[in-house]
């Protein structure tokens, strides 16, 4: 039973307060959600400095410029994006009637739904807790945030800073553990968005079923990057590298695992070895890469490292931390170096697991045929990169490939446009969102029909004689 889940009761007065302050207003004019929006952007940047630092904290080490550009500065082009298409997102379409309806007009009416859910998680805290929240407002919602207890410093400050900005009926902050957690998703919100592992993920679905409470589910899997035949090889490498160590590789799309061509594998490692030399100097004090959040997440990469390596596979540091382990890393600060990993059985952790860290596994693959096999015998991931210069290619390896996302010559920065829809497929998610499908998302999207006060309604109803009889040869005519 829901109501004896710890926190529920306290959960269900806010959420209860929200949903009455919606049915009080339940379509905001456009110029009300503009003022919200403008709020949040607002909020984000005279806060900046404060909310990068929190973040820092809460990792042990993430540099500001990592902080401000991949979390703040991405809401506000989204926030932009939304001032700039909001009110024309939010007025009717119209459709066709058809020739058999005519005249009436066929409408879709975008509708705010009521009350959204939003879980947000560690890895990006800002991004993944108010990106969210820009659709959510850009279609006229109230929203409740749950936020991770990995970063305690982030969320108290997220919760301070919504309080001062936003009514609590209007928009409102929760924190606490998996307890709190799992209650905040048994709540009959009206649409309900997830980010997070593909584990949990399933248990938020399974309670939100019991309020038939839609769902987004934003998760992760294990996105793969193919290197073609034709690709710029060092232009790739550089471009995986740079994916890979962003946050240490603690990215629902951070590139999982590439396919590279066969005998490819030395040239690999020694351009990445470049590569993070050049990003990262002096890696061991550098201070613009990021620790792993925890002890135990740290532990757990450790793990799949040890245990790839015992079933036989070769560990190739791509920097040195401390030369502790064979994998680069200094446990005393969570320092993780970017370890590329050859030979690790199909059956390890490394190869099974979402690895959300700075290994990477080189897999050789003598065709493309058999790059594509290898990634469809597997879960359809979040993103998919593929690295290659011929248009043939390309449009191969799209039309035979499912993943949530692509990026061309290029990783995660399809995650930055703020006009294509972000969502996974399968394993990896449900539903998407960001600019106008985020508004779709946390939108009604109410059909309607008018019917004007002369039309042929008559024509059809009964009593059925010879005029329905014609009208239906007509309709059914080969």
């Given amino acids: 039973m829901k109501n004896d889940l710890p926190g529920y009761a306290a959960l269900e007065a806010l959420w209860r307060e929200q949903r009455q302050a919606h049915l009080r207003t339940p379509f905001p004019s456009w110029e009300t959600r503009a003022t919200h929006l403008k709020a949040l952007c607002a909020m984000l940047l005279d806060h900046s400095d404060a909310l990068a630092e929190a973040v820092s904290a809460d990792f042990g080490n993430r540099a500001k410029e990592e902080v401000l550009f991949s979390e703040i500065a991405l809401v506000k082009i989204e926030i932009e994006a939304a001032l700039k298409h909001g009110k024309r997102w939010m007025k009717p379409q119209r ?13 879709v009416m975008p509708q705010p739904l009521g009350v959204i859910g939003i879980v947000a998680p560690w890895n990006y805290p800002i991004l993944l807790a108010a990106g969210p929240l820009v659709g959510a407002l850009a ?40 307890s709190v957690g799992a209650a905040f998703s048994a709540l009959p919100f009206d649409h309900l968005l997830f980010t997070g592992s593909t584990h949990v993920g399933r248990e938020v679905m399974r309670a939100a079923a019991g309020n038939l409470t839609p769902v987004t589910l934003e998760l992760g899997g294990k996105s793969p990057a193919i290197i073609g035949p034709r690709a710029r090889f060092h232009a790739a490498v550089d471009s995986i590298v740079t994916g890979k160590t962003l946050n240490a590789g603690q990215t629902c799309i951070a590139p999982d695992y590439v396919l590279v061509p066969r005998g490819k594998e030395e040239a690999f490692i020694a351009r990445a070895r470049a590569c993070v030399a050049r990003l990262y100097p002096d890696f ?20 799949l490292a040890d245990e790839a390596a015992a079933g036989g596979a070769q560990l190739h540091p791509l920097a040195d931390a401390s030369g502790a382990v064979a994998s680069g890393a200094d446990a005393s600060i969570r320092r993780f170096a970017p370890c590329v990993v050859t030979g690790a059985p199909d059956d390890s952790a490394l190869m099974r697991e979402e690895v959300f860290g700075p290994l990477l596994p080189l897999v050789p693959y003598d065709t493309l045929d058999d790059a594509l096999r290898y990634v469809n015998a597997r879960e359809r991931p979040l993103a998919l990169y593929l ?52 508004f779709v998302t946390f939108s009604k ?31 059914m005519k080969r």
């Avoid at 058999?100 to 007009?105: E, H, I, K, N, T």
């Avoid at 969320?155 to 609590?168: I, N």
């Avoid at 201070?287 to 532990?299: K, L």
Wanted: charged share 25%; aromatic share 8%; net charge positive.
């Fill in 95 to 107: 459709r066709s009637a058809g020739l058999w309806l005519q005249p009436a007009r066929a409408t």
């Fill in 139 to 178: 279609a006229g919602n109230r929203a409740l945030i749950k936020m991770s207890e990995l970063t305690p410093r982030t969320s108290a400050l997220f919760e301070e800073l919504v309080t001062k900005t936003f009514a609590r009926n209007h928009v409102a902050v929760v924190n606490g553990d998996a």
């Fill in 445 to 475: 999207m109410k059909p309607v029909l008018t019917q004007p006060r002369f039309n042929t309604r008559a024509l059809i109803a009964p009593p059925y004689g010879w005029r329905v009889r014609a009208i239906l040869r007509l309709m």
């Fill in 284 to 303: 061991a004090r550098n201070r613009d890469y990021t620790s792993i959040v925890s002890e135990r997440h740290f532990a757990r990469l450790q793990r």
């Fill in 387 to 438: 690295f290659d210069e011929d248009r043939a290619t390309i449009e191969r390896v799209l039309r035979e490939t499912i993943s949530g996302g692509v990026s061309v010559n290029e990783t995660l920065l399809h995650i930055a446009c703020d006009d294509l829809p972000f969502g996974g497929v399968g394993a990896s998610g449900m539903g998407a969102y960001h600019g106008y499908d985020g």
